[in-house]
Every structure is written in structure tokens, then in C-alpha cells.
């Protein structure tokens, strides 16, 4: 018998029920499992990158590729309905693939068949029961239409609307909402590129289902927010690197007749090169490092490497340099000084700067697809002939690209990384040097024509830059800050500090001036929509995320939803005044839209006083993104490159030393 002790620490042991899951098994075909958001949580708020990269993960890795934890709790007293506290974003996610799979089903069924007889084929029958079987995934039952997965709102009528299609419903047109709109880009965008044939979206579904997830349940909040916090502690499984270590200590061994601590040095002098001065490994560098490394130098087909089979590769690739007596761990030890440079460019101890300040601004553009092209290059500089005047060329050509195709979206991010190593190929199978090395990239990147100066301009005007991609819009404000004509904010006495943080916080954040979020107060509602306030929300979706509704302050927490401009305004004299956005003055200086930046000029019609200017509508930030979105193709146009023996390379060389250029 137990103890009464025993039995009392019995009771207080936190229940847990940890099993690995396939979406098949999540949302299966019959059953009453469903899944509840709480209103705690957050909103959908998963942006194109990180869609994209679990698309690509699905596609690229083998059928059971593990995409992570979901944490649940019993909704109320029921086993089979639970609130989901951790992993809503993935589920919401992997729910819209299924969906979009259901779609294109469709479409392939609407296409003419070859036997246009009167008995269905086979091809069609088998779309007809993927498309049963995913109703039955995505909804719990299908006379009341109650979905599996229930959001919040407002994020719930979206996601209805878009289900409605599954009952033979026309889509409803409503892009501007967040949810809808990450739809559309997994519909149109990546499901549209992907798949050609419906054996291919079978294939797809078939992995899509086979995902493994490891689902936790607890059976209270408290407990689930201890178990969450312990996901993120510092208890690690083991790592890429972890393994990999193994097998270069096994290989030097076997091959190189090496002691264990030979070979750990030779790996902390590679760990090293992606260490604090605290000694403390950024292992997510070191992995960016192993992939592209194999991409760049060892991969020999168009399919990047991927983490899941990043070992496998490995474990050959050390046999076969071991055998050979190659020590390849020192061969990796020098790459990867030079892989640190483009991952943490402020470390370089570079003598050229202008080289430094290009690879910062790759990086604040998440630019890692072109990493293996860019590693290829910097690591062969020498004997391909690319001094610093060609490799700035290089560098701006790169930075024009990713600018432009951060706002249009396309190419996808595993299509540039395939373009990346066929460039890397045509150099090596043509022996380019040089100038004839800066002519083929930069001829292929500007010759894109999903980036081009039109393709630019109407995605800027036709959608949001904000909700697309933060870092980018980021990027964007502050270069055209320092680039635009027009007089400077800084100077010697008040020197540049628009990148510079304040205890991991940016000093300058990116200001709405037309306020996000919901409930808007009254003003701003009669502002953009003087008619109908009621309508007000609705125009706010769609233009709030503009680049032309978006500048630069430091005070973003006073500004808040502040008005444009307030009676009474500002008075001369006043030191300080926080009545409007506008005017907004602390300390005898104004730093609120008043405030002297370049990006602050446009605000206006040409030759208006901005103390004229009373309100701020859905035209004003239509005029002024299309002005912003003017400069940015011209500040990120592709270096001019011709011919062999035309001078329009040296030119823009000589332009790029220019450290007014820079």
C-alpha cells in the first residue's frame, strides 16, 4: 500500500501526454477532434518567408519530416476539443495547405480529360476522393460547416469565407484581410509555380499528411505555460553539429591516424569563427554555414542541400576527402572565415569598407537564398580575378535584386537558391574571370523580369510592404532617409544613428501615420472616410501597411493614435506640445511628423507647408507611396553592364569608391 505521503505526491505531479503526431492523425478523416484558439492568443500573423520556408521544408524533406511542437490543454471538460497554446501559427498554416490542395484539385478536375466519354477516369476519381477526404479533414462536420480549427475573430470570418469554396461557394474577394490574403499567396503564388500535374499534388498531399509534430498535452494553463517555458530553456537535443563533430573526430582517426584532440581543436577554431567574445557559438550560423559550404563548394546538383539530409551528405563527402588524405576540417576552418564575413559583417576586419557596408545591407535584407553564389565568390575571389571595385559592382547588383524582390515576392526563395548554384556552375564550366564573372550576374539578376521597374511599382501600390516583410520595409525607410536629396538631419554634431539600438531596441522605429490596429478613434475614421466613418476599418486594411503611410521617429510609443493635426495646434514658442502627430514637440525641438527628416518632405504636396496640411486620407498615402516607390527603382536599379570593351563597368566601379555612394 501507498503511503498517504506517496500518494499526495502522486496527485501533484503535472500530467503530461507527449506523442508524436501526423497531420493525418491531427486532422483526421473521421472523428471529433478539433481545435480552439483562445482568446488569449495572437491573431494569424505569419508573414510569406515563414510560409514559404515550411512549403519548401514539406517539399524538399522526406515524407515524415518533423515540423515541431503543439502544446494543448482540454477545452473545457472535453477530450477530444482542446485550446492550442503553443503552435497555432503552423497548424493555421498547414490547414491552408490543405485547403489550397483541395483547389487545385478542383482545377485539374475542370480540366478537358482525354477521354471525354461519359465514365469518369481514373485521374478524376482519384481527385474526387482526395478532395472528400480533405473536407472531412477541415471540417468536423459538414451540415453545420463547423470547421476543425476555430479561430478568432477576425481572423474566423476569414477563414470561413475561404472554406465556403469547399460547399461549391464562389471565392469572396476579401485580399486585404491578413489570413485571406496569406492564402492567396499560397494558392497563386507557391501551389501555382509548384505543381503542373495532379500527381504532383497527390505527391504533395501525401507528404502534406505525413508531417510529424509533437503534440503535448497538459491538462491546465498553468501547466502548459511550464511546459512551454521549458521548450524554450537551455536544454538542447543533440545538433547537426553535434554529429557532425563525431564524424570528423571518427574520420581523422581512421584516416589521418589523428588523436581526438588534435581534431577538437581544429573544430573549436571553426566554432570560433561564430562565437561571442563570450565564447558562446551561434549555432544557427554554424549550420547556415555547413549547408551553404556543401551547396557552394561540394553540391554538384541544382537541389539545395537541406538540413534533414545535411548529415547524410556529410558522413559521404568526409569519407571521401578523408580517404584521399585531404584533412578537410582545416579546408571548412578557412571557408568558414570567410562564410563569418557575409553572416556577421560587423566582426570583419575588412581593409575595404565599402565591401563590409554592402554585405550588412544583404544581410538586413534576409538575403540568405543568394549565400551560396555569394560565399562561391568571395572565397575564389583571388583566382577569379574580383578585386573590391568588382565586387562592389557585385554587392550592389545583389542589393538591387533583393530589394526589388522583397516587395514583388518572386522569385520564390527555393528558386533563387537554385538559380544561385546554376550561376555558380556556368562560371566554372566557362572559366569566367573578372569583368566577364560581374557581367554574367549582374546581366541575369537585371534581366529578371518579376522585378523589373513595373513590377516594383504596382506591388508597391497594389498591397501593404509592412505586413509583407518588416526588415525590408526597415531597410527601405532608412536608405531612402539617407539617399533622397535634401538636407541632412545629421551631421558631425549629430552623427547617423538610424541603425543603432538602445538595449536591443531599435532608436528609430517605423511610425503608421494612419494608426494600426483595430478600433481607430473617431477622427481618424472621419479622416479616411469622411462619407461613411462605418467603412473606415475596412479602407484602413487596405492602406495602412503602405510604404506611404510609414516614416521614422523615435517617440513611436507617444505617437500612438494621435491625430494628424489638433485644435489648438502648436503655438510658437511652445516647448513641448503632444496634442497631434503632426506637431508633436519635446523639449523646444519637434520630433514628431514636423520632425526634419527627408522621408518627412513628402508628406505634403509640392511647396505645401506641412503646418497647412490638416488631415491625412487614403489618397495622401496613395500619392506619396507611388513617389516613394519612384525613388526606390531608381535608388535600386541594376549597375548599367555591356559588352565586352564598353567602359560602363570601370564606370559604375569608379561610382561605387565614391564614399558618397556608399
Known sequence: MQSGQQRMRKVCIMQIMAET????????????????IPEYQRYYSWGEEQIEQLFND???????????????????????????????QRLITLSLFLLAVWEHA?????EPQKDSGKYISEEQEELIGLRRDIKRQLLLEEKSRMPRLQLLEPDSNGYQALLGVVFGERPVKIWH???????????????????????????????LNSIITL??????????????????????????????????IRAGNEYLHQDSDEVLRSWDRLMSEFSDQQGNTNDAAVTQFLLNNYDAFEND???????????????RLIDGKYKKGEDYLRTMVRRAQTFAQIVMPERAASEHREITERLSKLGKLESTQLYPLLFFLLENRSWLDLDAKRLSTLLDAMVAFYVRRNITLVPKSSNIRAMMLDYIREIQSKKLKGDDVVRCIVGKL?????????????????????????????????????????????????????????????????????????????????????????????????????????????????????????????????????????????DGQFVGLRENLKLNSSLTE??????????????????RTAELADAIVELFDFPEVEAPGDSAVESHLSKVTDPKAS
Not at 59 to 85: A, C, K, W
Not at 183 to 207: G, H, V
Open 21 to 36: 503526431k501526423s497531420l493525418e492523425e491531427l486532422m483526421p478523416m473521421r472523428g471529433n477532434n478539433a481545435y480552439i
Open 58 to 88: 514539406i517539399q524538399q524533406e522526406d515524407p515524415g519530416y518533423y515540423v515541431g511542437n503543439l502544446l494543448v490543454t482540454n477545452h473545457r471538460d472535453s477530450e477530444s476539443t482542446v485550446d492550442v497554446i503553443d503552435g497555432q
Open 106 to 110: 478542383t482545377k485539374f478536375m475542370d
Open 177 to 207: 484581410r491578413t489570413l485571406p490574403k496569406r492564402y492567396k499567396y499560397i494558392s497563386q503564388k507557391l501551389f501555382a509555380d509548384e505543381f503542373r500535374t495532379p500527381e504532383e499534388l497527390q505527391s504533395f498531399y501525401n507528404k
Open 215 to 248: 503534440r503535448v498535452k497538459v491538462t491546465g494553463l498553468e501547466d502548459a505555460l511550464t511546459v512551454f517555458s521549458s521548450f524554450n530553456s537551455k536544454g538542447k537535443p543533440l545538433t547537426l553539429l553535434d554529429l557532425l563533430k563525431v564524424e570528423f
Open 301 to 315: 546538383s541544382r537541389s539545395s542541400v537541406t538540413k534533414g539530409k545535411a548529415l547524410r551528405y556529410y558522413q
Open 446 to 586: 537585371g534581366a529578371l523580369p518579376q522585378i523589373n521597374d513595373d513590377a516594383v511599382r504596382s506591388a508597391l501600390l497594389e498591397s501593404g510592404m509592412y505586413d509583407k516583410n518588416k526588415n525590408t520595409t526597415r531597410f527601405l525607410l532608412i536608405e531612402l532617409e539617407r539617399r533622397l536629396p535634401g538636407s541632412d538631419l545629421f551631421n558631425k554634431a549629430t552623427p547617423d544613428n538610424l541603425d543603432e539600438y538602445d538595449n536591443k531596441t531599435p532608436r528609430w522605429t517605423i511610425e503608421h501615420i494612419l494608426p494600426e490596429g483595430a478600433n481607430l478613434p473617431e477622427w481618424w475614421k472621419e479622416a479616411i472616410s469622411p462619407d461613411d466613418p462605418s467603412n473606415a476599418g475596412e479602407i484602413q486594411e487596405q492602406v495602412v501597411h503602405m510604404l506611404g503611410n510609414l516614416t521614422l521617429t523615435p517617440y513611436n510609443s507617444n505617437l500612438k493614435q494621435l491625430p494628424f493635426a489638433a485644435d489648438p495646434p502648436y503655438q510658437e514658442g511652445e516647448a513641448n506640445y503632444v496634442r497631434s502627430k503632426r506637431d508633436y514637440r519635446r
Open 606 to 623: 509640392p511647396r505645401q507647408p506641412i503646418d497647412e496640411k490638416r488631415d491625412w486620407t487614403a489618397a495622401d498615402i496613395k500619392r
